[in-house]
């Protein structure tokens, strides 16, 4: 692991401005940094970088954080390879914790098996366009495949020659150990020999998303040869075919981007695709669609597209991922090329207008593609159609979200002209008869489809208006102890006292205080707790922290953070600067400046929930009159409960006016 020092070190080096200003292009404003989102399309700036904070928020997606989860989201990093990153990028030498001998070995090992596989490509890439055998063999097959010089570069694409043990033989010379390329899988030991893996093929070396090479794909070239066409690495401690995409690394800023993924079958789909201008593409390499390979783009698109060629084989291919992807609760469309045709040859007829031109108009929904597909076969026959309704409802009960399965059992009754109660009902059979506990765990929590739910409409508005209000009062509450956590301030305490005639009033007393410690002892007194999940672990950490340290530094804090806390916290900070960013002032609009008085802004939130709470209060209380017929305890609490309200307004009412 890398040591606390080492990241400690990275954060306090790292600036926020610069470590974005190697993928961004920032224009100052102001004491900030704006700039146009990476993460969608547009042409007003929406993207907002603080040097003084250390954070930075993207106003179109809701993204934010620091340098660290900048790279996390835009790099799609891990945590530790950000830091590593941004290490290199300061020069700044990486100390790992004290690791056990098996640990170390273990790591040794894995770096071992992982610089064995760059030299390998280095070596393939080299050799292709070096030697002999592989302008004649190697380069000339890409180049009569379509594939540009800056292509076949991009790529690193290679070749091996045609001999017993070109790569090893050199691989040991250059001092190689031959229980690596062994382990690797590139070279086979049999007793004394050792020869290539790969020999006589063109080789695709297979990247992490990080840009680490895991392992290579490799074509034979003379179809003389009994021997597999294509030739994968076997599996190892650093390659799990299953858990890798073919081009990964060089799709994942244009599927985050373009919000979609295109999923092929081959190399050379994938290749050529790029060449043409569609980027947002990656390929199972010939392997079955798996789990793993869905939830790598899950990380970066809830969408998939995926390509297939045109005949039955490849429309059956289609079928058999559908149901995987919906599994993982992503939107899943099915695009079919004319006869003859795949994404290799299609996109060597046709420019990147075309190709996009075409996918937008025949990329049909999975529902509508199952259809169509299984429709042609059951024509004519009562049995078969059956069959085929149930096969699309077996597709529908694999989506978690309940409404779009509502959605999609619609759309299956009008396309195959069946009732939408037989639909649900054959649903639920299905749903009844999966034993497996994580579709049980994702269907749990979710509503039934509108047949079987009784909620009153009438109640439905005032259910979203308390969730707001609440949120509203809770956000307001985290902005006020990140802003002003550590400023003392005088506040006037509401302490309930009953006069001369027997009714309530408040009386105020001043005193000075923290702002976290005035907002930490009011809840506590009151016995509040906040309602919304993330606000209520912010809350603790932020608390706790201020109790620690009296020089509280949001940015040193938030790099403790998750991503999602993170996000959320540049989200509340930089609130303000993005009416800034697009200059309302100029259109006469004009943003409070809630530091102008500190103590007003707090005593306002925590006013406002106080006041809140009591709202409910006397609300419950008067559902319960209705269900007792002694009510004369509880019609004395609620005007005991209105009359706080009522003083608490009108002081709320002062603090507003002041």
Aim: one cysteine or more; aromatic letters at 10%; proline letters at 3%.
């Amino acid at each position: 692991m890398i040591s606390k020092e080492t990241i400690d070190k990275v954060f306090e080096t790292a600036r926020v401005e610069e470590v974005i200003g190697d993928f961004v292009v920032l224009k100052k404003s102001g004491s900030n940094f704006k700039g146009l989102s990476p993460f969608s399309d547009e042409r007003t700036p929406s993207f907002m970088v603080s040097p003084v904070k250390q954070i930075w928020k993207d106003f179109s997606t809701g993204k934010g954080g620091s340098a660290v989860s900048f790279l996390m989201e835009h790099e799609h990093f891990s945590y530790p390879e950000a830091i590593k990153y941004l290490a290199k990028k300061y020069n700044i030498e990486i100390e790992e914790t004290e690791r056990t001998d098996e640990q170390k070995e273990a790591a040794n090992e894995r770096e071992s098996m992982y610089l064995v596989s760059e030299y390998a490509r280095d070596y393939f890439h080299k050799t292709m366009l070096n030697s002999e055998q592989g302008k004649a063999i190697g380069l000339s097959y890409f180049k009569e495949r379509g594939f540009t010089a800056a292509t076949i570069e991009k790529f690193e694409l290679g070749y091996n020659p045609d001999q017993w043990d070109a790569f090893t033989s050199e691989a040991i010379r250059q001092g190689y150990k031959l229980d690596y390329l062994e382990k690797t899988g590139l070279s086979i030991v049999k007793e004394e020999k050792q020869f290539d893996r790969f020999k006589g093929r063109v080789m695709f070396p297979i990247h992490s998303m990080s840009g680490r090479v895991l392992g290579f794909g490799g074509r034979i070239l003379d179809s003389s040869k009994k021997a597999a066409k294509y030739l994968n690495s076997p599996e190892s401690d650093i390659y799990h075919k299953s858990k890798v995409l073919y081009g990964i690394y060089y799709a994942k800023q244009s599927i985050a981007k373009e919000d979609n993924c295109y999923l092929v079958e081959g190399y050379t789909d994938v290749i050529q695709m790029v060449q043409s201008g569609i980027e947002n593409v990656v390929s199972s390499s010939g392997t079955a669609l798996t789990p793993e390979q869905i939830r790598l783009v899950n990380r970066l698109t809830k969408n998939i597209t995926v390509l297939f060629d045109g005949d039955a084989a490849g429309q059956r291919a289609a079928l058999r991922g559908i149901d995987l992807i919906l599994e993982q609760g992503m939107n899943v469309k099915v695009c079919s090329f004319p006869e003859g045709e795949d994404p290799d040859s299609f996109s060597r007829k046709h420019s990147k207008e075309e190709i996009v031109a075409f996918f937008d108009e025949n990329a049909k929904d999975f529902i509508q593609y199952k259809a169509n597909l299984l429709v042609k076969e059951a024509a004519g026959d009562p049995i078969k159609k059956a069959d085929t309704v149930r096969d699309m409802v077996e597709s529908i009960s694999k989506i978690p979200d309940a409404i779009k399965q509502e959605i999609y059992v619609q759309e299956c009754a009008r396309i195959m002209e069946v009732s939408e109660t037989v639909l649900y009902n054959t649903l639920a059979q299905i749903l009844k008869k999966d034993k497996k506990e994580t579709v049980k765990q994702d269907r749990g929590n979710q509503s039934p489809p509108p047949e079987y739910m009784s909620v009153v409409p009438d109640e439905m508005p005032n259910a979203v208006e308390k969730v707001n209000v609440l949120y509203e009062l809770e956000r307001k509450l985290i902005e006020s102890l990140l802003l002003y956590g550590q400023v003392e301030e005088d506040f006037e305490d509401l302490v309930l006292k009953e006069n001369e005639d027997g009714s309530l009033e408040l009386e105020p007393i001043i005193h000075k205080a923290r702002v976290f410690e005035k907002i930490y002892l009011d809840l506590q007194d009151d016995e509040v707790e906040f309602t919304n999940d993330l606000f209520k672990v912010l809350y603790g950490k932020i608390v706790a922290q201020m109790h620690l340290d009296n020089n509280f530094q949001v940015q040193n804090f938030i790099n403790e953070l998750a991503p999602e806390e993170a996000s959320e916290i540049s989200n509340i900070i930089l609130n303000d600067e993005k009416y800034e960013l697009h200059r309302w002032d100029t259109r006469e609009v004009y943003v409070r400046k809630k530091d102008t008085s500190v103590g007003q802004f707090v005593t306002e939130t925590v006013l406002s929930l106080r006041k809140y709470l009591i709202t409910e209060k006397i609300k419950e209380l008067m559902n319960q009159t209705k269900d007792s017929t002694d009510n004369k305890e509880i019609i004395k609490d609620i005007l005991d409960y209105q009359s706080l309200n009522t003083l608490l307004g009108n002081k709320l009412g002062r603090v507003l006016s002041v």
